[in-house]
């Protein structure tokens, strides 16, 4: 089945700087990528998703990039907020597979101020 | 507030109990799907119902069980409960039957903390 692996697990950057967390899944059928962040005692929260036919969607401070060659996707977060401390999840999946999503391990970002 | 409602957000229990979890998916809403978060495993796929028929199934133990009902809220029972056990649960709800885009967008709950001693 699908493997989705995520890097870095844990990500400190300054208020001010960007983050970039990556992804890459192993099925390259999968074709909806999708990134959740789960603040503090809340679940997972939908930001942005992308499909396998776009390259790149930006929505204000964050973008995702897909290379479908390299089979990886990338979150960027622009401007760093304390706001944005919080865990990012990736995810993909293949309608095949009855679109069923296949989770990242997770990254913890921790913006300072 | 997603819409998805989880009951309880807190459990505490003893090993060998069995528990019962609660979701009430969003309105219009018709699929409900439960995963388990442990400190280590990252989000675990356990069960998809769609309309109150199972529709995928993940990564979930024999001692584990769930239903949908008529109304479409979900029941996660939980048995012979062991340590390892111990996780938040999160249910997600979606319009469509799948877990991709459009309908398919999944919805989280904010989770039921389980604790087993």
């Known amino acids: 089945g699908e493997n989705v692996e995520q890097h870095p697990s844990t990500l400190s950057v300054q208020e001010g700087d960007s983050a970039v967390i990556k992804c890459t899944y192993s099925?390259?059928?999968?074709?909806?990528f999708p990134w959740y962040k789960q603040e503090l005692g809340k679940g997972p929260q939908l930001i942005i998703d992308i499909r396998s036919n776009v390259g790149e969607k930006k929505d204000q401070r964050i973008a995702v990039t897909l290379n479908k060659t390299a089979k990886h996707f990338s979150l960027h977060i622009t401007e760093t907020q304390p706001e944005d401390s919080a865990v990012y999840f990736c995810a993909a999946s293949k309608k095949a597979a009855g679109n069923k999503l296949t989770f990242g391990g997770g990254t913890r970002v921790l913006v300072k101020p | 507030d997603s819409g998805v409602t989880q009951t309880p957000k807190h459990l505490i229990t003893a090993t060998g109990q069995r528990v019962t979890l609660r979701c009430s998916p969003r309105s219009g809403d018709l699929s409900v799907y439960w995963y388990q978060q442990s400190l280590d495993q990252g989000l675990q796929f356990l069960i998809q119902y769609y309309n109150g028929e199972e529709r995928a199934k993940g990564n979930i133990l024999e001692r584990f069980s769930a239903q949908q009902f008529p109304d479409l809220h979900s029941e996660l029972n939980l048995s012979s409960l062991e340590l390892g056990d111990s996780a938040l649960y999160f249910c997600a709800s979606s319009v469509g039957p799948g877990q991709g885009f459009g309908a398919n967008v999944l919805t989280f709950g904010a989770g039921s903390r389980l604790t087993v001693l």
């Open positions: 099925d390259s059928a999968s074709n909806y």
